[in-house]
């Protein structure tokens, strides 16, 4: 298959600004800057393009609630990539930076924005440095900077880095962490794209860096060509970053629409020694885990059909677990990474992932009482739909689902019949062993390893 | 108005109103909140205040309202809970507090908070008046799912500087603190660090948590999480019975509430335990600066005046009655003839003030000296000074005020914070002052002159300065703010009357929100005036010094370097004060212990001149008296009639006979109504522990230009400056909130927050003189000399040495002079 964004598969050193060029590149920042900026925002209306962050919001809609009659507003491109499994942006980014920054132009020009920030998670500094560089080279040539390519529109593109937190990839608290404030989530409205809600107050979109790496494509090739790959509601291609039990983990750029079973099998090389799949989690550690039954194996990867299993797609992280891995162990990881990476803004979600975590950790050491499971389950319901953020939600989603896909994996710690046996065999290893007893102040409990690892 | 319906039933509210708002005030639902606050920005972070909110459908096309089945309106409900703290009233809004889904919701915030405090109740400040234990009550779950040992542990006393500590286990993290000292205040000392349930407020300046506001942010916090160093474990919120008053430290007036408990700390008497704000939407809203709220020590100072004293003929002060006392103070006044003069101080009272007055004019004198004489010209703030109505909280966009010659932060806080929030609502804020105050950093315009030139600056505003000028003079409503800094007491005159016109020429004069305020050092500078008392006589004093002098709280050795020059040449002092250990007491023949302002009741009248009333509150000190009751009672020996019984009599004495205050009484004086926002009633949640106003909203006194007479301006007499000679500088002494006068000092808390004495050099000036920052030197002006540091860092204007008055034990001069600097080896 033709890529549209991993071109490093067709055209070798597609990073090099002049391989770039001499590849249709900056051709749909030509192009967009000789039609008007609405038409360009039709055109992306029209590809159908949804983005790829995480909620799968028509971006050519999201660019068209930006207020036409203010004078300063921005892009800000979202590379903090921070979900677990997640690993896509960065390889677009090292591969192919320029279609990223002139997809952002276009968006900048869409808008009539003053200025692009990319906002790139902390370790991501080798990155940043890199897309400074191309940055460098597309100014000098032209693309950016003052009267780009000659034309009255004027444009800066900056890079800057996070300091280390999952929440900053949250649009709101990513704008509070460029403004240099503490990264934690803002209340809506207003919204970024209005006025007072985006970067310094104003009106800003935010976009993931896979989003914006599709729209040159899109504004040369066409919304057509777009429409090509994938269904009707979920058009393009996806990068599918596939991790856990496979054989081949890797990132996979594929129409929408493929099955779990292609991702998997075809793809990703299936799982080792030949071992049956447990559960998939489709979207990193914040989308519902789906068992993986036939008809789950057999569902196409788009928006509205994950929709339909009780997941979502979300960023397309797949996460395989085979039937080895312990869910109620592989709940607990997920605990703790939500309980490390709750900003603590919020009521429910910083004392929830508290609790939750803490009841976990006495289910998997064998010390739970069966209402323990009920109690966990019923305090993520507590935080589900009531919090100023998403991560409210997602960190109640791996309790919520392994516990009612697979309940027997925590009945079996908890159930006094079926404990002593599960005790003996499965008590989980702790590595370093310093967490043990009461957990004082920072102490965190990790370092879990699977059962019979 | 808009339409909405709250658990079905309608109301007509502004638009635009916060919904938490508008439920308490026009349908009185208490919406539970933790982290809004009706003063700050709603941040949606305790989410404790969930409601269910839908909208009446209305027909796209015609903008009719849809009707279901049954004829009833229908409602577009959302899908999940909103919170009401982020929501703002539009038309056809529909809320239910009262559902089930609500109900359960704010359970599950409850137990949610809850599992993670610490639940030590019973050794908590707050208990008894914390949101948190009152809303557990109503909405908790009655029982945890919380195992006690998953609780995590956390450092329960960390200073945030010297005057707050903070439980960071009790910290529900609502960021009320954080968002008071950023959002309103604008020293943003405060901050979280960390995440999730690592959260914490931490302090990131040096000195700690350094604002002169600090105290707020206890009221405020929704538990026992923020505590001042002052108060905690001094006593429960239920043994405290509640005096209202005011504070008795700048021309404010600030609302306060006096926290007394009979006390064994006390001798058994009632006893200030703590000072908190009072609501008075016009004059301090719901806040009160640091000083007022730990400046109260003073009140118990074991050098208060314990009994009146005699000097006998061997030149001791020996102690005796008071009827020993009056009746000597009698004769001594009755010998004098008319060689009489009195010098009063600020925290006098308009009673205090007005008995002071009879007893002079039983004795046929006129000499009523005003002090300190920093400031002049309240003569015109009685002409046109702001108007009847005025709230600095009303000013915003088309408004403007010009703060000139003060360092408005230092002199009047309350004043300076309301200006700072009145520029961000729009209003156009300019600080004209010789050098950077901290005002500036919240000003539209700074503008500069050289020190002593204020009045020319303010007078030739137009042909100089013609943009401000008319900035100024086109603004809706216009207010100018002034010091005294940098000018002597006839320049001070001077800069009075240029405003004066000014506001007079522009017509922003006799109607609310316009005209003139001074920063009159102590609580009734205004007071002083209406009852006769004032500088320019006090200056006549200290040059033709009289046979008797009667000096009424007034610390003349600390506040005057000359004092001890003029007061020798007064054959006989009477002193009227707190403290016995007052240089003036070596002086003085006769010494009458009097109360302090905790201790009685009376009127102070502030700046804007709004008489305000405090009540009795504190024990009392030994023998000393209420000043109104020993002046009356000094008053009947001298044939003035009966000594009046009580302060309300004294007032209705000055109704009649100073027109200012014609028709004021006590009872008028101590009207309330309500005031939005609905602070201090039962639910403490809402405001936070600031009290309900119970005592008083205080009668505002008419200006001049308000009774229909016509207002003109005057000339203004211009003062040169003191011209250096050689080797010269200018000494300007200027205002510190902190500092070591006898009524702040005993409060100890404070100290290591009041700086060493030190003064403001010039670094052209200090390269000159072989000063470096840190050195000791030398002040030397005609009767002072002083030792201070050298603080070269911008602070001062060349050729002028910036010398804060009371941080050293000698006295600094009152105005600007001439004087000598050079270095201590
Ligand atoms: C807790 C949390 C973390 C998120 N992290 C990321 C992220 O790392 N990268 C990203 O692109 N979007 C992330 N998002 C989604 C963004 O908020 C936002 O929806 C997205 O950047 C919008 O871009 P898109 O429309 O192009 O998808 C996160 C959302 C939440 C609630
Ligand atoms: S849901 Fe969690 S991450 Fe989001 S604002 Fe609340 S505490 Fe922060
Ligand atoms: S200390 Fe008090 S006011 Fe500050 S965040 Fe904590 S609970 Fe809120
Ligand atoms: S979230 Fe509304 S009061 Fe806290």
């Known amino acids: 298959m033709k890529h549209i964004l991993f071109r490093e598969h067709e055209v070798e050193n597609i990073r090099e600004l002049d391989v770039y060029v001499n590849n249709a590149g900056y051709a749909g920042l030509k192009k967009a800057l000789g039609m008007t900026p609405d038409e360009v925002i039709n055109t992306v209306k029209a590809s159908g393009l949804r983005g790829r962050g995480g909620a799968g919001f028509p971006t050519g809609v999201k660019w068209s609630f930006i207020p036409k009659n203010e004078p300063v507003k921005y892009v800000a491109v979202n590379a903090d990539e921070s979900e677990p499994g997640t690993f896509k942006d960065r390889q677009i980014m090292e591969n192919n930076p320029h279609q990223l920054i002139e997809g952002a132009l276009i968006c900048a020009y869409a808008i009539q924005a003053k200025a692009v920030y990319i906002y790139l998670r902390g370790e991501f500094w080798d990155l940043a440095t890199q897309l400074d560089q191309c940055i460098e080279e597309a100014r000098k040539a032209g693309y950016l900077g003052q ?51 985006g970067l310094y107050g104003e009106p800003t979109v935010v976009n993931n860096v896979e989003t914006l790496a599709n729209v040159p494509f899109i504004l040369y090739e066409g919304p057509e060509a777009f429409r090509a790959f994938g269904t009707e509601k979920s058009p393009g291609t996806k990068v599918f970053c596939v991790s856990g039990n496979v054989v081949k983990p890797g990132n996979y750029e594929l129409p929408l629409g493929i099955t779990f079973r292609e991702l998997i099998y075809d793809h990703a090389g299936g799982i080792p020694d030949g071992r049956g799949i447990k559960g998939i989690l489709p979207s990193g550690a914040s989308g519902p885990i789906v068992p993986a039954t036939d008809e789950v194996l057999d569902t196409p990867l788009t928006y509205e059909d994950m929709d339909k299993i009780g997941t979502v797609l979300g960023s397309a992280s797949v996460i395989v677990l085979d039937d080895s891995i312990d869910i109620a162990w592989a709940a607990s990881k997920m605990a703790k990474f939500f309980k490390h990476e709750s900003c603590g803004k919020c009521t429910p979600c910083r004392e929830g992932t508290y609790w939750i975590d803490k009841v976990l950790d006495r289910i998997i050491t064998g010390d739970g009482a069966p209402s323990d499971v009920d109690l966990i389950l019923n305090v993520a319901k507590n935080m589900q739909g009531v919090t100023l953020c998403a991560l409210g939600d997602f960190a109640a989603n791996p309790i919520i689902a392994t516990i009612k896909h697979f309940p027997d994996e925590f009945k079996r710690y908890v159930d006094p019949a079926l404990k002593q046996e599960k005790k003996a065999v499965a008590a989980p290893k702790r590595a370093g062993g310093a967490a043990q007893g009461r957990a004082g102040r920072g102490t965190e409990k990790t370092g879990l390893v699977p059962a019979g690892d | 108005m808009v339409k909405i319906y709250i658990d079905d039933r309608e109301y007509d509210v502004p638009a635009g109103m916060n919904l938490v708002d508008a439920a308490k005030w026009h349908a009185d639902n208490d919406i539970p909140v933790f982290c809004y606050h009706p003063k700050m920005e709603p941040v949606g972070m305790c989410r404790m205040c969930l409601v269910q909110q839908g909208a009446i459908e209305k027909d796209r096309a015609t903008g009719e309202v849809v009707l279901d089945e049954h004829g009833q309106p229908k409602v577009r409900w959302m899908p999940k809970l909103q919170t009401a703290c982020t929501q703002r009233v539009t038309d056809g809004m529909v809320i239910r507090t009262n559902t089930a889904e609500v109900d359960q919701a704010r359970q599950n915030v409850i137990e949610f908070l809850l599992t993670s405090h610490p639940l030590d109740c019973p050794i908590c400040d707050k208990g008894g008046e914390c949101p948190l234990q009152n809303l557990t009550m109503e909405h908790g779950p009655g029982m945890s799912r919380m195992q006690f040992q998953d609780k995590q542990h956390l450092d329960k006393h960390v200073p945030l500087g010297d005057l707050i500590y903070l439980d960071e286990e009790r910290c529900i993290q609502c960021a009320r603190c954080v968002r008071f000292q950023d959002e309103l205040v604008g020293d943003d000392v405060l901050a979280f660090h960390e995440r999730g349930r690592r959260l914490q407020i931490i302090t990131n300046s040096n000195p700690g948590f350094d604002t002169y506001f600090s105290g707020n942010t206890t009221d405020i916090c929704p538990v026992g999480a923020l505590t001042t160093a002052d108060f905690r474990f001094g006593a429960r919120p239920w043994e405290l019975t509640e005096v209202p008053s005011i504070d008795p430290f700048d021309a404010a007036g600030s609302n306060i509430s006096l926290s007394i408990r009979l006390d064994r700390d006390f001798g058994g008497k009632a006893m200030i335990k703590r000072v908190m704000p009072r609501q008075n939407e016009s004059v301090n809203e719901i806040w009160i600066s640091d000083k ?64 002071l007055r009879e007893v002079m004019s039983a004795v046929g004198s006129t000499r009523l000296g005003a002090w300190p004489i920093t400031h002049a010209g309240a003569d015109l703030v009685a002409q046109v000074g702001v108007g009847v109505g005025s709230n600095l909280g009303d000013l915003g966009k088309g408004d403007a005020v010009l703060i000139i ?18 520029k961000e609502r729009g209003v156009f804020l300019a600080v004209a002052n010789a050098r950077h105050t901290r005002m500036e950093d919240f000003a539209t315009a700074c503008l500069r002159y050289d020190y002593g030139m204020a009045a020319h600056f303010l007078s030739n505003l137009r042909a100089e300065n013609p943009d401000l000028a008319q900035q100024l003079a086109q603004a809706n409503n216009l207010i100018i703010l002034t010091g005294a800094e940098g000018l002597s007491l006839d320049g001070s005159r001077a800069l009075m009357q240029a405003a004066a016109n000014f506001l007079i020429e522009t017509g922003h004069v006799g109607k609310p929100n316009n005209g003139l305020l001074s920063t009159f050092p102590g609580p009734n500078g205004m007071g002083q005036y209406y009852m006769g008392f004032t500088p320019e006589n006090t200056q006549d004093i200290m040059i033709n010094p009289p046979k008797v002098l009667i000096v009424a709280q007034a610390d003349l050795y600390h506040d005057d370097p000359s004092a001890s020059q003029w007061v020798h040449e007064v054959e006989t002092v009477i002193n009227l004060t707190l403290f016995a250990d007052e240089t003036l007491s070596h002086e003085a023949h006769t010494i009458l212990p009097i109360q302090s302002f905790a201790e009685r009741d009376g009127t102070f009248t502030n700046g804007e001149r709004r008489v305000q009333r405090f009540y009795t509150a504190q024990g009392p000190i030994a023998d000393a008296l209420p000043a109104w009751q020993v002046l009356s009672r000094l008053g009947e020996k001298l044939g003035r009639g009966k000594a009046k019984l009580s302060a309300a009599t004294v007032m209705a004495d000055i109704a009649k006979n100073v027109p200012a205050f014609a028709g004021v009484t006590y009872k008028e004086i101590s009207n309330v109504k309500r005031q939005f926002p609905d602070v201090g009633g039962r639910d403490l949640y809402y405001g936070g522990t600031a009290y309900q106003n119970r005592g008083g909203l205080g009668v505002q006194l008419k200006t001049t230009a308000e009774s229909g007479e016509a207002i003109n301006t005057a000339p203004v007499e211009l003062v040169n400056a003191p011209r250096s000679q050689a080797g010269q500088m200018l000494i300007v002494p200027t205002t510190v909130l902190y500092n070591r006068e006898r009524t702040f000092l005993p409060s100890a808390l404070m100290h290591p927050r009041v700086m060493m004495p030190y003064a403001e050099i010039n670094s052209a000036d200090a390269a000159k003189l072989g000063i470096k920052s840190g050195d000791v030197v030398e002040i030397v002006a005609d009767t002072m000399r002083v030792r201070v540091k050298a603080h070269v860092n911008g602070g001062a204007p060349e050729g002028s040495i910036v010398l804060p008055r009371h941080l050293t034990t000698e006295a600094v001069p009152m105005t600007m002079t001439l004087g000598r600097v050079s270095k201590v080896d």
């Open chain 1, 147 to 197: 009267n780009i390519l000659g034309s009255t529109y004027s444009c800066e593109v900056y890079t800057h880095l996070g300091a280390g937190a999952y929440i900053c990839g949250e649009e709101s608290a990513l704008l509070n962490s460029l403004e240099g404030k503490l990264g934690q989530p803002r209340v809506r409205p207003p919204f970024p794209a209005q006025k007072g809600g």
């Open chain 2, 292 to 355: 007022a709220r730990f400046g109260h020590h003073f009140t118990r100072s074991e050098n208060r005046a314990q009994s009146p004293m005699i000097r006998n003929a061997n030149g001791q002060l020996m102690q005796t009655t008071w009827e020993e006392a009056l009746k000597s103070v009698a004769s001594i006044l009755k010998a004098a003839g008319k060689d009489v003069a009195a010098i009063a101080g600020s925290q006098m009272s308009n009673e205090d003030l007005w008995a």
């Open chain 2, 405 to 422: 010659a003060s360092d408005l932060e230092e002199e009047v806080p309350i004043w300076r914070l309301r200006l700072k929030l009145a």
